[in-house]
């Protein structure tokens, strides 16, 4: 509608045109449908075009990445690297290269690993040679004599790692002259088991040569003191018993007090003056101790890993508890009663690791 004026500019009139609504749609509809169809065939080739790129850009290189991460999974083996250039987008240019960084870290830990463990197998199997090699260095066969009815001695040695610093030994030289001897070397493992093993060595030697037990560890230490670089020490207690006459005879380098059981009584501590530690320094002197020996008695010789066993809690077993677990075996036969001691310890240590070499020697005298 469109309004007529005067010339005085006032609406006189209305000027009105009408048409159909219809016409109006029916022009107007080949335009909408072509601007739809264009409309849809470009976002049809802008979607194609933005699924090749991403295929192309994204996807095949991120497929690439899980295909090679899952092969080395499985295989466990480096192949060729995915590299850099794996595509334009930084993040997965990262991700390939972290990749590849990882999978030779993990090949050279493996490589590494498995090197380890061969030498930690063969370390194993050495030192458990070497174990099964000390421990057929001490008399482990028993019973020892048995042939013999004047005495019965067992012993036991228990190393705190794969091979130890303790040590005993017991012989014969003569028909009457009965050799015993228990050490502990200030050192653990293969540095404690070597220097033990030339201990016993050359002390069993020496033994078998005669003398008193001073004659026997001044000679020793002095030995020792010549080639002893390694500034190690060993405590010993040596001891020669008369079978005829049951006089024992024994001297002590700084070792653990014997208990003796006398056949009617009970276990006491046997408290003598201890000399040096053999190993210390040259030309120490060493002192000679006697005891007789009845019939029906009974001396026990330890290492300090039996009064200082520790529990969980940081106690110790002690001398106390060592004395009275031998006065409720002392009716029993030395092997029951180095057993009746390792249960006792093994009870109060419970699940607390071994921190000391556990050697123990039961000597009982029977002659006349």
């Known amino acids: 509608?469109?309004?007529?004026?005067?010339?005085?500019?006032?609406?006189?009139?209305?000027?009105?045109?009408?048409?159909?609504?219809?016409?109006?749609?029916?022009?107007?509809?080949?335009?909408?449908?072509?601007?739809?169809?264009?409309?849809?065939?470009?976002?049809?080739?802008?979607?194609?075009?933005?699924?090749?790129?991403?295929?192309?850009?994204?996807?095949?290189?991120?497929?690439?990445?899980?295909?090679?991460?899952a092969r080395f999974a499985g295989e466990n083996r480096l192949a060729e690297p995915l590299g850099e250039n794996i595509s334009r987008f930084s993040e997965i240019s990262n991700l390939a290269l972290s990749?590849?960084?990882?999978?030779?870290?993990?090949?050279?830990?493996?490589?590494?690993?498995?090197?380890?463990?061969?030498?930690?197998?063969?370390?194993?199997?050495?030192?458990?040679?070497?174990?099964?090699i000390q421990e057929g260095s001490v008399p482990n066969v028993f019973p020892a004599f048995p042939?013999?009815?004047?005495?019965?001695?067992?012993?036991?040695?228990?190393?705190?790692?794969?091979v130890g610093g303790d040590f005993y030994n017991f012989f014969l030289t003569g028909e009457d002259r009965f050799v015993l001897m228990i050490g502990d070397v200030s050192g653990k493992g293969i540095p404690g088991?070597?220097?033990?093993?030339?201990?016993?060595?050359?002390?069993?030697?020496?033994?078998?040569?005669?003398?008193?037990?001073?004659?026997?560890?001044?000679?020793?230490?002095d030995e020792i003191c010549r080639h002893n670089d390694a500034e190690m020490f060993v405590t010993l207690?040596?001891?020669?018993?008369?079978l005829k006459t049951g006089l024992?005879?024994?001297?002590?380098a700084g070792h653990e007090d014997a208990a003796l059981c006398r056949k009617d009584g009970e276990f006491d501590l046997w408290r003598t003056k201890h000399s040096l530690v053999a190993g210390a320094m040259p030309g120490v002197p060493f002192r000679d101790f006697e005891m007789k020996l009845e019939k029906g008695d009974k001396l026990f010789l330890y290492t300090d890993g039996v009064p200082e066993a520790t529990d969980?809690?940081?106690?110790?077993?002690?001398?106390s508890r060592m004395v009275d677990t031998l006065n409720g075996h002392r009716a029993g036969s030395p092997s029951e009663i180095l057993e009746g001691m390792r249960e006792s310890v093994n009870a109060f240590v419970g699940g607390a690791p071994q921190f000391d070499d556990l050697t123990m020697v039961c000597l009982r005298y029977d002659g006349e």
């Open 1 to 69: 509608m469109v309004p007529v004026k005067d010339s005085a500019g006032r609406t006189t009139a209305i000027l009105c045109i009408q048409r159909p609504i219809r016409e109006l749609n029916e022009a107007r509809r080949p335009y909408v449908v072509q601007i739809a169809v264009s409309t849809f065939l470009l976002a049809l080739l802008s979607s194609l075009f933005a699924a090749f790129f991403i295929q192309k850009r994204v996807v095949t290189p991120i497929r690439r990445v899980s295909n090679e991460a």
């Open 99 to 132: 990749i590849d960084k990882m999978e030779r870290e993990i090949v050279s830990y493996v490589d590494n690993l498995t090197a380890v463990t061969a030498e930690k197998e063969r370390i194993g199997t050495e030192l458990s040679l070497a174990s099964r």
């Open 147 to 162: 042939d013999r009815r004047d005495f019965d001695v067992y012993a036991s040695m228990t190393p705190a790692k794969e």
């Open 193 to 221: 088991a070597l220097f033990m093993m030339a201990s016993s060595i050359f002390l069993s030697s020496r033994a078998k040569m005669g003398g008193r037990p001073s004659e026997i560890l001044a000679e020793f230490n």
């Open 237 to 242: 207690w040596l001891g020669i018993l008369d």
């Open 248 to 252: 024992l005879t024994f001297a002590n």
């Open 312 to 319: 969980a809690e940081n106690r110790m077993f002690g001398l």
